[in-house]
């Protein structure tokens, strides 16, 4: 009769996900794994799979909270006021604590290009974001807080390429101030 798994699944999901957060795909090895989840090998085979297996929910579960995030604040009701507060979300985490980034950009960076079934999850990721976008601004629209004639699509993926370029430069050590630059700037640009 197999032993009952003594851990906690979800924390051991959580753990992996900052793992692969921070280090990224490549340089996270199964030992790290195992030592940073607290569970012995066979163990985590048997919960997760393989790394690949493991990586995928893991974003997966990463994409879940941005996802929860990206729908409370980027809706037509919050129009300016959504995009403006999902910007310092995205300044305060990426300027405090370890600069990891962000989960979802750092592996379309990583692993897009060779790994079909990720890129696929990240552009659904990507295009929740965009929608969001494109709801507040319609919001902002309706307003007063934007010009009636201007390109949702277009304005949308300048701000989900904001985001982008603001996790880049996160990594490479850009200050609080100068993402928050950016962000200002954002909202300058489109209002």
Not at 97 to 105: A, F, I, P, T
Not at 114 to 120: G, K, L, S, T, Y
Not at 140 to 165: E, H, M, R, T, Y
Request: net charge neutral; aromatic share 6%.
């Amino acid at each position: 009769m197999a032993r009952p798994k003594e851990f906690d699944r979800q924390a051991a999901l959580d753990k992996a996900m900052y793992l692969f957060w921070t280090r990224g795909f490549e340089a996270t090895t199964m030992t790290d794994l195992r030592k940073e989840i607290g569970i012995g090998r066979q163990s985590l085979y048997d919960t997760f799979g393989d790394k690949n297996q493991l990586f995928s929910e893991a974003l997966q579960q990463y994409m879940r909270i941005n996802d929860a995030n990206v729908a409370e604040l980027l809706n037509e009701e919050n129009g300016i006021d959504g995009i403006r507060s999902l910007l310092d979300s995205r300044v305060k985490m990426l300027s405090s604590g370890v600069r990891r980034g962000c989960l979802m950009m750092n592996s379309t960076v990583e692993l897009s290009l060779h790994d079909q079934d990720v890129a696929a999850k990240l552009q659904t990721g990507l295009t929740t974001m965009q929608e969001g976008f494109e709801k507040a601004l319609r919001g902002a629209i309706k307003k007063g807080q934007v010009k009636p004639d201007v390109d949702v699509s277009n304005l949308a993926s300048f701000l989900v390429a904001q985001v982008a370029g603001m996790v880049v430069l996160s990594k490479n050590d850009a200050s609080k101030q100068e993402l928050q630059a950016i962000a200002d700037f954002a909202i300058k640009a489109i209002t």
